[in-house]
């Protein structure tokens, strides 16, 4: 195994009836606090009225940008630095979901530079320095409350690219389940996948890496298969909208990194398909992540899956290695497209195979895809095409 650096410096207040902390929290930080949030939801569920009674209570002064969209654009970005800059903001508090917390990052980082924000994503201009910022999470999904990275669209080049910026790594965030209860069954459904491939963009690796870490990545899978299903059903199930909550955290915080050096593929893979077509980033990685599998599958990669199927999906250990590998593969997407009901193709969603080329080329970024088996577009070609 590797050697590796942890330090995930954010403090978390689990749990319900934790916002009388959120005052003085951000007086950590000053007096003039940027609430940013999405398209309502958080007004809907009355956690707006109650975010903004605690910070009056705490005599803050508060500005606000709402209207961040699902798939976030830099336009969004761009407003905040600006407010941050011509309010003289000292904190940013984002209440929302992954795309709120994403946005704001950026706007945190954007306010301490002179330049456009969009080049942090397009040229890697570096990130020096955010303003702090804390998070009230409302989507148990992308795992942005514990983690520095953000993905911006810019709908104007059909680009959606990420990036990891210590800087911007929350310095505290709530996560009261509660808050999760009014997220839809889609939704959940969605989010329970980035979870799920959170977990196994790391997992399925031919690193050499700690067993510790391989029996915690198949517990936290087995959580989100055990209690999605039944958040879905039952909303207001404390204990599996808990469950998934801090499963979303864990899942991407850094802790099951360990010290392995493989890239991520689903996610480049998806964000083309979330850059031009503007789906749901749960959906897509649902749709992509059982043929990225299957294309994956070998005698070389077969222990892994035997490993998967067993561990996270119970499948009998005396059965042949490739059956239990195919078994674990069609066990997930049994999981995606019957328990959770998400779509099982991109044709179904109105997505054909005219851009393909295209998005395979950028979700290679110049080059080939690193991870646990390398794909050159050639290869993201082909997975788009069996998606269809
Ligand atoms: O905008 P509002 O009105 O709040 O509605 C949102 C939105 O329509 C709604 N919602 C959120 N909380 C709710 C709720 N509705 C009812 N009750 C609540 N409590 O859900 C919809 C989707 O919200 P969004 O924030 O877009 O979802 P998610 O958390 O899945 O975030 C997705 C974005 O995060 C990026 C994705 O690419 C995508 O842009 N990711 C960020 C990552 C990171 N920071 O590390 C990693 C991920 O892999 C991912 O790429
Ligand atoms: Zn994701």
Not at 68 to 75: L, R, S
Not at 256 to 277: D, F, M, Q
């Amino acid at each position: 195994m590797n050697n590796f650096v942890y330090d995930i410096p954010v403090r978390v207040y689990f749990g319900e009836n934790q916002l009388s902390n959120l005052g003085p929290e951000l007086a950590r930080f000053g007096k003039r606090v940027l609430l940013t949030y999405g398209g309502g939801s958080i007004k809907k569920s009355g956690l707006y009225d109650a975010v903004v009674a605690e910070i009056k209570a705490a005599g803050l002064e508060l500005f606000e940008l709402s209207g961040i969209a699902p798939n976030p654009h830099i336009a969004s970005v761009r407003r905040g630095a600006e407010i941050c800059k011509e309010e003289h903001i000292d904190v940013l508090l984002a209440v929302g979901g992954g795309s709120t917390l994403d946005a704001t990052k950026f706007m945190a980082a954007g306010a301490c530079v002179d330049f456009d924000p969009w080049l942090f994503l397009s040229e890697n201009a570096p990130i020096r320095d955010a303003l702090p910022i804390v998070t009230i999470l409302t989507l148990s999904a992308t795992g942005s409350e514990m983690d520095s990275g953000g993905v911006i669209s810019n709908p104007e080049t059909k680009d959606k690219l990420g990036r990891l910026a210590p800087p911007m790594l929350p310095k505290v965030s709530f996560l009261d389940p509660t808050n999760t209860y009014t997220v839809s069954p889609y939704q959940t459904a969605c989010g329970a996948a980035d979870i799920m491939s959170h977990i196994i963009e790391v997992y399925f690796t031919t690193e050499q890496d700690l067993q510790l870490l391989d029996g915690v990545m198949e517990l936290l899978m087995r959580t989100v298969i055990k209690y999605t299903p039944i958040a879905m059903r039952e909303p207001d199930n404390y204990e599996a909208r808990a469950n998934l909550m801090w499963t979303s955290s864990w899942a991407i915080n850094g802790f099951i990194n360990g010290g392995k050096r493989h890239e991520w593929t689903c996610h480049p893979v998806e964000h083309e398909l979330s850059a031009i077509y503007d789906i749901t980033h749960g959906l897509g990685l649902a749709i992509l992540t059982p043929r990225w599998m299957e294309y994956t599958l070998s005698e070389a990669t077969a222990p892994k899956f035997y490993q998967f199927g067993v561990n996270v999906f119970g499948i009998d250990p005396a059965l042949p290695q490739m059956e239990v590998a195919k078994k674990s593969i069609e066990m997930l997407g049994d999981f995606f497209f019957n328990t959770l009901g998400l779509n099982r193709t991109l044709s179904e969603i109105g997505i054909d195979e005219r851009n393909f080329p295209l998005m395979a080329e950028k979700a290679c970024n110049g080059g080939e895809i690193r991870g646990f088996v390398t794909l050159t577009p050639k290869d993201v070609e082909h997975i788009y095409r069996m998606c269809l």
